[in-house]
């Protein structure tokens, strides 16, 4: 069974880095990719970035210079990590196969 | 890569036929051949969940009420029967350029 599972800080300060972790299970991360997208609340879905199942990552050219996707296949795991946050990163932020399996999500908020 | 979608609000009748359409900038086609247009239901408070991908190819469990079609930068998605199930945000999605880019929605609602 397909499951994908977002954790990190649901409160981050401005300026701050924002590290996510999805783990992810019914699947390998070395035959499949794995895509972050988030929603400003209330807003619509905006494309984050990926990671190819050969270790290769795509990032939104809005957010690359702030952005880095990684994993551990041991682990099963897919890391997010933006720094430079502003208000505007709030958001709820998913983790999902894209065409097919979705996370949960996780919200996150930026503020003092 | 612009996907404008619209309406941005759909009023329908349990029953009603609905269609929405979805436009891109650009041709959607890769150099394999392959046209990447997907699409997306989002109900109240809940996670996007996946109908269509590659234009018109549903996901298992998907009912035959919902179809897609179109073919190079023009796309629509209709539901033949709406029923109240299919309430919610309707998002199509381009993923053949990067970054990947998403219509701002299309909320279909009881009149």
């Known amino acids: 069974q397909v499951q994908l599972k977002e954790s990190g800080p649901g409160l981050v300060q401005p300026s701050q880095t924002l590290s996510l972790t999805c783990t992810v299970s019914g699947f390998s991360l070395t035959s499949n990719s794995v895509h972050w997208v988030r929603q400003p609340p209330g807003k619509g879905l905006e494309w984050v970035g990926a990671i190819w199942s050969g270790g290769s990552t795509d990032y939104n050219s809005a957010l690359k210079s702030r952005l880095s996707i990684s994993r551990d296949t041991s682990k099963s795991q897919v890391f997010l990590k933006m720094n430079s946050l502003q208000t505007e990163d709030t958001a709820i932020y998913f983790c999902?196969?894209?065409?097919?399996?979705w996370g949960q999500g996780v919200m996150v908020t930026v503020s003092s | 890569v612009l996907v404008t979608q619209t309406p941005s609000s759909l009023p329908v009748s349990l029953g009603d036929q609905a269609s929405i359409s979805c436009k891109s900038s650009?041709?959607?086609?890769?150099?394999?051949?392959?046209?990447?247009l997907a699409w997306f239901l989002q109900k109240p408070g809940q996670l996007p969940q996946s109908l269509i991908h590659t234009v018109s190819n549903r996901f298992s469990g998907v009912p035959d009420r919902f179809s897609g079609s179109g073919s190079v930068s023009d796309f629509t998605l209709k539901i033949s029967r709406v029923e109240p199930e299919d309430l919610g945000v309707y998002y199509c999605?381009?993923?053949?350029?990067?970054?990947?880019?998403f219509g701002a929605g299309t909320k279909l609602e009881l009149k």
């Open positions: 999605l381009q993923y053949v350029h990067y970054p990947y880019t």
């Open positions: 650009k041709s959607l086609v890769h150099n394999n051949g392959i046209t990447y």
């Open positions: 999902t196969r894209l065409i097919g399996y």
